[in-house]
């Protein structure tokens, strides 16, 4: 998996290239809720599912339908007064579902793990994209403050972190030309 930085990067981005006018604070951690809070199934190998299972790490938390439904309850939940089909309730929809699919689409990048599983509960294959540039980011807080957790971070910094400055940037430059 990516990091939590990583991740939390990636939603950031994503919220402000959605251009939308929202409360900030708000709007910017509940992304970076989305695009983390699929690695809560890490909690499952206390419980003996293997990996492998649909439940088990990077399985049913990791896939498109659970990105849709957490899109949906965090949009129902948090933004009510917010009709539904308005383009801003649209707009807000996808932007929590690309958040959320973030963390998929980067764990698929990592060169460890045994795949995704983005089609579960349908199909449990897991999945990699051919191009793994992202080191996989250590499991534990502890592991994470060493040497291999500043490699992942330095990694995550060019294979993550160059990418959203360039899309923010593209994002401020368009939204100033349109002043």
């Known amino acids: ?20 006018q929202l409360n900030p604070v708000k709007f910017s951690l509940l ?19 293997s990996y492998m299972h649909p439940l088990g790490h990077r399985g049913f938390s990791h896939s498109i339908l659970f990105a849709f439904l957490l899109a949906f309850l965090i949009r129902a939940l948090f933004y009510r007064k917010i009709t539904y089909f308005s383009k801003t309730g649209i707009v807000l929809f996808i932007t929590f579902l690309l958040a959320t699919l973030s963390h998929s689409l980067l764990d698929a990048l990592t060169n460890g793990g045994r795949g995704v599983g983005f ?61």
Request: glycine share 4%; proline share 6%.
């Open 1 to 20: 998996m990516a990091s939590i930085f990583g991740h939390a990067l990636a939603a950031y981005t994503i919220g402000k290239v959605s251009n939308l």
């Open 31 to 49: 992304l970076i809720f989305c695009a983390v809070i699929p690695d809560a199934d890490v909690i499952m190998f206390h419980f003996d599912y």
């Open 119 to 179: 089609f579960i509960p349908f199909d449990n294959t897991r999945y990699f994209f051919p191009w793994r540039p992202i080191l996989v980011s250590p499991l534990g807080v502890s592991n994470f403050f060493s040497d291999y957790g500043f490699r992942v971070l330095q990694n995550e910094a060019f294979y993550i972190g160059i990418p959203c400055v360039i899309l923010l940037a593209i994002a401020i430059f368009l939204k100033k030309k349109s002043i």
